[in-house]
């Protein structure tokens, strides 16, 4: 019994031992497996100094560069050349992304999983003063260079083929025939040029002026000035930042003030990196006269946006919408906005731009590309004197006092002073803007004036009793609205970042044989939505001299007129 016993003990003893010893294994691979995980989630923390959260959890980041050849090789730290674009992709639920800025990814959702990031660096072309936001290429947009005389070359994404330092503004275009597919440098024929379009990159600028004026006194010239930008994505709603929020609603300022520096809100109303704005006013595609491009219709196949074409006026808001709309759904193509013509604007006033008066668009055949060959001096003259003149030709046909957009004399008119600008931004024909006035109830926009003086688009008439029924307003990002108002002076209903109220003060002058009321950016045209005239145009005319220009705006209904076009943004 006592050997019974001593067996039995003896057993329980080893199994101890032996389980001892298995605890003991567990849990040194344990502390040696933890101690691996927090070794490279340290390597991580210091590798991406601290941007992302030092708490507990097992990150693990490997950074891979990709060369010009597509092949692939693994880095230790983060390359510290920042023309490359990053993309991030994480495991188990984390994303990334890369704040440009700061040159250092952001992790977001992280666990107690054990995570696994990998960052990707591909030797893109990038402009390290755009802080990330440099063009968005989608299938069917084909980067170029445009040569000084004209000449279409497809761009080497990887080579240099924009600089927004030397106002050198990247471009694109948009293919007739799609299934033709082009080398890097080889010429694009322009016949199989449909349209082009000119990236504007997503900024914040330095607010100067909240435009809080009701009523005209006189004109300030000294409030010209170059305007502040810096690109980046960034959005100043967020009241945590400490910077000022953008006005969601026409005379809201939110807590902005002089000196604040705010996201422009063309660019949050879509979340986008930036826009691609249509180069030249839309054309009316295959139109020979400039009578023939005065169609009142929706047939977005009949869109092209090119030089040396004849302007697509006569036209509706309602159609102009539908034609831009359905432009191309795929790149979110829609009408401009007064917001997004105001961030055109503002950058070409700015280091990245020309920073003076855009020559005007004086052909009066409303063909696009035009330059006035003298700055005028006064507006609405008679077509022989000598402070705005004016003429019109043939397609493709200098005048005596207008030029084509290819030429010294034409590069005048677009917002760089180079080929590679936009276009058609003063003078030509005025463009309708999709920024209209709401009704008495601040929430209904207006159709317009009455049932022969409208948009076409269904709402009540502003200026009479009644209403118009005809196409539904789009989803409310693709326009801005106004606070009702009855008087044309009230420019405090502005939206900031709109070039309208921003441009004061303003007063009633004499230029030339004509009174106008003018802001006081280059004596701009300065009418503000009220009763009755409750959609915005842009630009001038181009009989407008002085008057026209970026920073000038009018008023009107809405309806079809021979002198009005609009522009396309993709």
Same mark, same amino acid.
């Given at each position: ?39 490279? #989630? ?140 082009? @080398? ?51 959005? +100043? ?15 809201? +300022? ?93 950058? @070409? ?25 003298? #700055? ?16 019109? +030709? ?36 005025? #463009? ?48 801005? +609205? ?34 106008? @009321? ?6 701009? #045209? ?45």
């Amino acid at each position: 019994m006592q050997l019974e016993k001593f067996k039995i003990e003896n057993k329980k003893k080893k199994a101890i031992i032996i389980g001892s010893i298995v605890l003991v294994f567990l849990i040194t691979i344990l502390v040696l497996y933890r101690s691996f995980a927090l070794f490279e #989630e340290n390597q991580a923390f210091d590798v991406i100094k601290g941007s992302v959260p030092n708490q507990n959890y097992d990150l693990m980041i490997s950074f891979q560069i990709e060369d010009e050849n597509g092949n692939r090789r693994i880095s230790e730290t983060i390359p510290d050349d920042r023309n490359y674009e990053v993309n991030i992709e994480c495991n188990n639920g984390a994303s990334g992304e890369w704040i440009y800025e700061e040159w250092s990814p952001k992790i977001n959702n992280l666990t107690s999983t054990r995570t696994k990031c990998t960052m990707l660096f591909t030797k893109r072309y990038k402009e390290s003063i755009l802080n990330g936001m440099d063009p968005v290429l989608k299938e069917g947009l084909i980067p170029v260079v445009i040569e000084n005389d004209g000449t279409v070359k497809k761009a080497d994404e990887k080579e240099e083929w924009y600089h927004y330092s030397n106002q050198k503004w990247a471009n694109a275009v948009v293919l007739e025939d799609e299934s033709i597919s082009y @080398q890097n440098g080889e010429v694009i024929p322009e016949s199989n040029i449909e349209s082009y379009f000119v990236w504007i990159p997503k900024y914040r600028y330095k607010l100067w002026d909240l435009g809080n004026y009701e009523g005209l006194t006189s004109i300030n010239s000294n409030k010209v000035h170059d305007i502040e930008v810096i690109f980046g994505e960034y959005d +100043t709603v967020d009241e945590k930042s400490g910077e000022c929020k953008t006005p969601g609603v026409s005379g809201e +300022t939110g807590n902005c003030s002089v000196g604040d520096y705010m996201t422009h809100p063309a660019f949050q109303a879509f979340g986008t990196k930036g826009l691609w704005v249509g180069k030249f006013e839309t054309g009316y595609k295959g139109a020979t006269s400039t009578k023939e491009a005065e169609q009142n219709i929706n047939n977005p196949e009949q869109v092209e946006i090119k030089p040396n074409v004849y302007s697509w006026r006569n036209i509706q808001v309602a159609n102009a919408h539908l034609n831009s709309y359905n432009y191309k759904r795929e790149y979110d193509s829609h009408m401009m906005k007064n917001t997004e013509w105001g961030a055109v604007a503002y950058l @070409q006033h700015s280091v990245y731009g020309s920073k003076n008066s855009v020559r005007m668009n004086n052909n009066s055949n409303y063909i696009t590309g035009y330059s006035s060959v003298n #700055e005028p001096t006064c507006g609405y003259t008679e077509q022989n004197e000598a402070c705005n003149r004016y003429e019109g +030709t043939s397609l493709n046909v200098d005048g005596t006092y207008t030029k084509r957009y290819n030429s010294e004399v034409g590069y005048l008119a677009s917002t760089t002073g180079n080929i590679s600008g936009v276009y058609d931004m003063s003078g030509g024909s005025w #463009e309708y803007m999709m920024g209209v006035m709401l009704s008495t109830d601040n929430t209904t926009p207006c159709s317009g004036q009455d049932a022969s003086n409208n948009s076409g688009f269904t709402g009540p008439f502003c200026g009479t009793t009644g209403s118009f029924s005809g196409i539904s307003f789009p989803e409310k990002k693709y326009y801005d +609205t106004y606070a009702y108002g009855t008087n044309d002076d009230t420019h405090n209903r502005r939206i900031l970042g709109d070039a309208t109220g921003e441009m004061g003060p303003f007063a009633y002058v004499t230029l030339g044989s004509k009174s106008r @009321q003018v802001g006081s950016w280059y004596y701009g #045209e300065s009418w503000f939505v009220k009763n009755g005239l409750s959609w915005f145009i842009r630009s001038g005319v181009y009989s407008s001299g002085i008057l026209a220009g970026t920073f000038a705006f009018d008023i009107i209904f809405g309806y079809a007129s021979s002198n009005i076009g609009y522009r396309i943004v993709l």
